[in-house]
């Protein structure tokens, strides 16, 4: 108990006993025993006709409590069976009893096992007088059960010869005469005639689990009550030391799984059902996750619990790698790929931990035009079906939240407009069961108008419109409704034209799910408190009066967080060569921040170790989706990253060296398949060149993964690598994961691994002081290469109330297309010459950025016409899915 308390000096070991009836005799030794040692002590004390589901029930409650680390079942044998026994958690078994510590003991691992005290007590009683026990004969009379098993194995260990008797067994006297000792195991009390007994034998009297252990003790008999009582103790703080042990960092023991990648490569669907993924608990297990951070969704996915920081608080973080991309073409360049085939080349080849962590796909892409987002070929997340379907259904969580809040507003807008403030008052503060009180939620916007009354009957006629009237203006609502697909019919409609909503008529729109703030939230995020906050503070709107209005205002904050509440846990999965992958928040660079989750990251950097690495990914190119991952997610997270991975690909670069437009579903032009050299080096010289001098912007090394199709040449590869490393890469390389899994990407690893050790020079664009319009201005001119920004009316105005709002100070999210650094998506390379117009901005304060909309751009994309989804269909007998890729 010193040597625990000296590594854990808060730790207080807890024992439990469950007793039936209140006979406290036995209760009483151990707390004297507790006591002493220094143990806290719980009892729960059940009715004596108790039922054996009732014990249970007590049972598993003890099992979820960290606080208790054993559990004692003082209880009549009749209620000791093998359900009851084997319910309660083996880690916490102090008395030894369930099948997996008894068999444990009967194999001789008692590194995990708990010896029942009764049957230590014994052995030790046995070997007091330090005579050697090797080769003496011991009889146990009533030895049935755990207990006889347990001690069998002891006796026959220690090397003694064992005889099980009944209490009625014929010819118990002529086995009593020839032992040296006798165990009385049985529930009812029995004497052994000292005429029995041969010269120096012993007899130790057990005792009932259920009466007492005492007994009287005279020349030539034990008791064991009080040593039982000792023991018991002893495996408490053994209990409890192994789960403080349990808590520290446990190292990787990883098993990759195989990959025989086949020539030519197989359909990405076909690759994925053709690995036998590990079970998601057993992966867990690998990587050092607890059995309670963990709550599996099926075989194959889990959400993990956020105490997982909390434990590992005191672990260093592993190495931190950003893979962004250059201007893509409409079809992708494969930074999800790339981060799949980098974490399997770490880990399943170089043997180093590393953690994927990938945003989840939404509906609207995988049904629309670029399909899922689980990587390909040879390097993907698996099963890639849930991967891209549903998942674990955050984004529908976060779909409820947001609909929850729009659907509030205009209710509340109504009933305001049709309603007195005596009326309304009555209706948000009723009387229930002739009580009435403020919720908690109403409490604190008292408190922010300043009215500290808790009597509903004691505001004034003023304080009572103050409270009730939220003055919501129609016109100056900018919450939105969303859903995740693309359904450009959305962009602009008008609700509330039923009857039953009086006219009351406004335009709205809906935007897609991944682009709601709550979306946002969950991404930057750091714990469930935070979460919380976060969403009461979004502003929705204003008043007639000018005054922002918040979801804590409309009363539904609470409400938001308990949709959000398992949503807030990131999703674990793995790759094709078994390697862990963290899926959380949400893509979508170009209308939202298009980053992987803070609080993903960041268990992963506690996982991974000192010497591991976490790779994580950002939307689109390095002048969006890098760009907010370093200005808004490295504030929120206080997170620097090692490395910058920038993905290009022959095919992208030819398009910014002057190669005609590609669209998805056409054939790519000649110029993509032959090869060119000129229009590589002119996509180099250009856009790869100053999407590595971004990164340089912000004093972070760049490793350039060339991401490599079979169209490309030798030649062209070759170029792209010095061009690359001329512009200031610390290193390029190509990379053929898609075609041969994590040992396509063997030399990315070795060279993401040299750059993490570089120095590093980490910095924001801009301070947060910064004024909103420079703030903007200088995302414009030294990441796009606009000469100026030209804000229209609408934007000016809505930066003007900002700032009087005192939003000034948040970071900037730039809603901008992604296939140009400009603001116009046919100019490709580096646009030079042009102004960037800001058509609006928003304020996501929730969140906490300032969100300006860039030229046209649109929060709700559309569908093509011809979407994914002509493709996906389903096998009614076998339930497979087909069409994804």
Known sequence: MEALQRSHPSLIPTLAIIQAGEDDRLLEINKKMSGKVGLNLTQICLPRECTEDEIIEEVLKLNQDPRVHGVY?????????????????????????????????????VSQSFTPPTANAVMQLLARNDAPLDGKTVVVVGGEGPLGIALQCLLQRGGMFVHNCHRNSEGLE????????????????????????????????????????????????????????VLRMQNVVQSSSRWAQQQQYRPWILRSLKLQPLSPVPRDIEISRAQTPKAIDQLAQEIGLLQEETEAYGRTKAKVRLSLLDRLREQPDGKYVLVAGITPTPLGEGKSTVTIGLVQALTAHLKLNSFACLRQPSQGPTFGVKGGAAGGGYAQVIPMEEFNLHLTGDIHAISAANNLVAAAIDARMLHEATQTDKALYSRLVPSVNGVRCFSPIQVARLRRLGINETDP??????????????????????????????????????????????????????????????????????????????????????SRSGQPVTAEDLGVSGALAVLMKDAIKPTLMQTLEGTPV??????????????????????????????????????????????????????????????????????ALKMHGGGPNVSAGS????????????????????????????????????????????????????????????????????????????????????????ASNQPNHFQFLYNQETPIVEKIRMIAQKVYGADDIKLSVEAQAKIDYYNQQGYGNLPICMAKTHLSLSHMPELKGVPTGFTLPIRDVRASVGAGFIYPLVGTMSTMPGLPTRPCFYDIDLDPVTEEISGLF
Request: charged share 20%; proline share 4%.
């Open 73 to 109: 079942l003082h209880l009549p044998p009749v209620f000791l069976t093998g359900r009851v026994l084997n319910t309660v958690n083996p880690e916490k078994d102090i008395d030894g009893m369930s099948d997996l510590n008894v068999g444990r003991l009967a194999r001789g691992d």
């Open 582 to 651: 963290f899926v959380h928040a949400g893509p979508f660079a170009n209308i939202a921040h298009g980053n992987s989750s803070v609080l993903a990251d960041k268990l992963a950097l506690k996982l991974v170790g000192e010497d591991g690495f976490v790779v994580t990914e950002a939307g689109f190119g390095a002048d969006i989706g890098m760009e907010k991952f370093f200005n808004i997610k490295c504030r929120s997270s206080g997170l620097r990253p090692n490395v910058v991975v920038l993905v290009a690909t022959v095919r």
């Open 457 to 542: 009957s004691a505001l004034t006629p003023q304080e009572v419109s103050s409270f009730v009237r939220l003055d919501l203006d129609p016109a100056k609502v900018t919450w939105q409704r969303v859903v995740d697909t693309n359904d450009r019919f959305l962009r602009k409609i008008t609700v509330g034209q039923a009857n039953t909503e009086k006219g009351h008529m406004r335009e709205t729109q809906f935007d897609i799910a991944v682009a709601s703030e709550i979306m946002a939230i969950l991404a930057l995020t750091d714990g469930l408190g935070d979460m919380k906050t976060r969403l009461g503070r979004m502003v929705v709107g204003s």
């Open 667 to 754: 054939p790519l032009p000649k110029e993509y398949i032959n090869e060119n050299l000129s229009l590589v080096a002119g996509g180099c010289s250009t856009n790869l060149k100053k999407q590595i001098e971004i990164a340089h912007l912000f004093g972070v090394p760049v490793v350039v993964a060339l991401n490599v199709f079979k169209t490309d040449t030798q030649a062209e590869i070759d170029l792209v690598c010095r061009i690359a490393k001329e512009s200031g890469a610390s290193d390029a390389v190509p990379c053929h994961h898609w075609a041969l899994g994590g040992r396509g990407s063997l030399d990315l690893a070795q060279a993401v691994k040299r």
């Open 174 to 229: 002529k086995q009593v005469m020839r032992a040296d000792a006798v165990v009385l195991l049985g529930a009812e009390r029995m004497d052994i005639p000292p005429t029995w007994l041969r010269p120096g034998a012993s007899v130790i009297h057990c005792g009932s689990a259920f009466l007492t252990d005492e007994c009287e003790v005279d020349a030539s008999s034990s008791g064991v009550g009080a040593l039982t009582a």
